[in-house]
């Protein structure tokens, strides 16, 4: 028996999100708000609410719905925030970070990622994210500094955020994924001042890794 898509998005917030130790209500709002399903390619709508990860195309996925509910409720944003995404997808994150933070500038290396994500945003009618084509792991973008940045792809090793923890303002946000399969680590990194950070560990996950994601050194014999 099919169930409606509503219903569908109230079972994924009660049986999924919350239960994964997600209790701000704006985030639960938010990600109850904004409709999935929008966001899923057509070979997966069907899926568009079920607990896993869909793939997208060039070799990414929609992050299931718990992690993404863990990513904003890490992030604390409020709506003077300035935010900045590395990897759109196909804007679904994007979207859920519009509509609680105040200015949302997302880099996506894949043009037909970021077309798809643009049309998408525009298509929910959100004014205040901007789709950039473009390496988020290359040089940073020249509006920052931000009160939150969120990467929606991992990274092996932390090394590879210095670039990013430095485009954050004091006080500001940053949300990783970090390691190789089969376990990584959620971190969330906050600035404390002009030189000091803080760095806590969320959870244990498993993400496709970033577009040009820096490799560590591997020891050879």
Do not use: H
């Amino acid at each position: 028996m099919e169930i409606s898509t509503d219903t569908a998005r109230f079972n994924m917030i009660q049986q999924q999100v919350r239960p994964w130790d997600v209790f701000d209500e704006q985030v639960l709002e938010t990600m109850q708000g904004v409709p999935r399903e929008l966001f899923v390619p057509d070979a997966y709508r069907g899926l568009a609410y079920a607990d896993v990860a869909i793939p997208i195309g060039g070799g990414q996925q929609m992050l299931e719905p718990r992690i993404v509910g863990r990513l904003l409720q890490a992030l604390r944003l409020t709506p003077a925030d300035k935010v900045l995404q590395i990897g759109a997808g196909t804007g679904y994150v994007t979207a859920c970070l519009a509509r609680l933070g105040g200015n949302v500038t997302c880099l996506e290396l894949q043009d037909s990622l970021a077309e798809r994500a643009r049309a998408n945003l525009t298509a929910l009618g959100i004014a205040n994210a901007e789709i950039r084509s473009g390496d988020g792991l290359g040089a940073p973008p020249s509006d920052g500094p931000f009160d939150a940045i969120a990467l929606t792809g991992s990274l092996p090793t932390a090394d590879g955020l210095d670039t990013l923890t430095a485009q954050l303002k004091p006080g500001g946000r940053l949300f990783a994924v970090v390691g190789e399969d089969p376990v990584m680590e959620a971190l969330l990194i906050e600035r404390l001042g002009e030189g000091g950070y803080r760095q806590r560990r969320l959870f244990e996950t498993s993400i496709p890794a970033l577009v040009n994601a820096p490799q560590p050194r591997r020891f050879v014999f």
